[in-house]
């Protein structure tokens, strides 16, 4: 099982950058999906969640109305489209697997069972 992770980098406080996840070794469209961030000296935190059919979708408050999660049953994929990006979304960004998908706002209700290798994000002011 391989989650891929890519797309992060340097990016201007404003900007849009798209990160995306390839899976591999998996039946994907049976996984809920998740991207999780850890930033410097803090905990890692829920971004964003979205259900096997991308039906329902999750986000903290703190991305909510500026960061989109999507996916791509047919290519294996999810996204995490992010907008108005602030210093403080600096972090890697952590893609996620859960087969027993639960939702919600929690990082609690969140239990992958694989995980991705993490893409760094860094916004700079």
């Known amino acids: 099982v391989q989650l891929q992770a890519s797309g992060g980098g340097l990016a201007q406080a404003g900007g849009s950058p798209r990160v995306s996840c390839v899976a591999s070794?998996?039946?994907?469209?049976?996984?809920?999906l998740e991207w999780f961030r850890q930033a410097p000296g803090k905990e890692r935190e829920l971004v964003a969640a979205i259900n096997w059919s991308g039906g329902s979708t999750y986000y903290a408050d703190s991305v909510k109305g500026r960061f989109t999660i999507s996916r791509d049953n047919a290519k294996n994929t999810v996204y995490l489209q992010m907008n108005s990006l602030k210093p403080e979304d600096t972090a890697v960004y952590y893609c996620a697997a859960d087969l027993n998908f639960v939702g919600g706002p929690s990082i609690y209700s969140y239990d992958p069972d694989y995980w991705g290798q993490g893409t760094q994000v860094t916004v700079s002011s």
């Open positions: 070794g998996i039946t994907f469209k049976s996984y809920g």
